[in-house]
């Protein structure tokens, strides 16, 4: 079975190098729609693949983090660089450019992260982030899949280190951690435990 949930930003940005010049030399900005597709053969013990509020934590916060934001593609001149970091409280340094192409392949990178070092407490079995899906505009999106993680983040030398988020953005999660525990071989989300009422898994 294969459940969605979907979140929203509005983020800015230049996208340099693409064949538009009005996207290529000039700040612009689009409100985006994210799309997390997960995949189980098994329901947990309320029958579900993974309860959505689950993901209103942790991914919400590292999603929520582009809204208002500017995404700053760490191969901009320095003094553009400063410029942007120095008069904006609110932006995010990216070692890719960012497109909904890679917009999609890097949240994949993070939340498949935020996965693995989740301890599910209610009977949850074989998660699989299936997709995630950005949509740039009403007709047009970029899907990014395990093979996409592999082919065009690790085997394109992209690292979910190289991505900063700004002190103003870090200070709105709900975990003022959050970003350290993603990236630490140690870290660990433990989700809640249930007391079971009624199923039939006691």
Same mark, same amino acid.
């Given at each position: 079975?294969i !459940?969605?949930?979907q979140?929203?930003?509005?983020?800015?940005?230049?996208?340099r190098?693409?064949?538009?010049?009005?996207?290529k030399?000039?700040?612009?900005s689009?409100?985006y729609?994210?799309e997390?597709?997960?995949?189980?053969?098994?329901?947990?013990?309320?029958g579900m693949?993974?309860?959505f509020?689950?993901m209103?934590?942790? !991914?919400?916060?590292i999603?929520s983090?582009f809204?208002n934001a500017?995404s700053l593609?760490t191969?901009?001149?320095?003094?553009y660089?400063?410029l942007?970091? !120095?008069?904006n409280?609110?932006?995010?340094?990216m070692?890719?450019s960012?497109t909904a192409?890679?917009y999609?392949v890097?949240?994949?990178? !993070?939340i498949?992260?935020?996965?693995?070092?989740?301890?599910?407490?209610n009977?949850?079995?074989?998660?699989?982030?299936?997709s995630?899906?950005?949509?740039?505009?009403e007709t047009g999106?970029?899907?990014?899949t395990y093979?996409?993680?592999?082919n065009l983040?690790l085997d394109?030398g992209?690292?979910i280190?190289?991505?900063?988020?700004?002190?103003?953005i870090?200070k709105?999660w709900?975990?003022?951690?959050?970003?350290?525990?993603?990236?630490s071989?140690?870290g660990i989300?433990?989700?809640?435990?249930?007391?079971l009422?009624y199923s039939?898994?006691?």
């Open positions: 079975m !459940i969605r949930k979140f929203q930003f509005n983020g800015m940005h230049i996208v190098d693409c064949s538009s010049d009005r996207c030399k000039s700040i612009h689009h409100t729609k994210v997390i597709k997960v995949k189980s053969q098994y329901l947990d013990n309320a693949v993974l309860d509020g689950l209103k934590g942790h !991914i919400k916060d999603i983090s809204d500017y593609w191969k901009e001149k320095n003094d660089k400063q942007v970091t !120095i008069n409280d609110r932006w995010i340094e070692p890719c960012p192409e890679q999609a890097m949240f994949y990178a !993070i498949n992260e935020i996965f693995n070092k989740t301890k599910f407490n009977g949850e079995r074989d998660l699989e982030l299936l995630v899906t950005v949509h740039e505009t999106y970029a899907e990014a093979e996409d993680y592999i983040w394109g992209y690292d280190r190289n991505i900063i988020f700004s002190p103003a870090k709105k709900t975990d003022p951690d959050l970003w350290d525990k993603i990236l071989v140690e989300f433990y989700n809640p435990e249930v007391e009422l039939e898994r006691k």
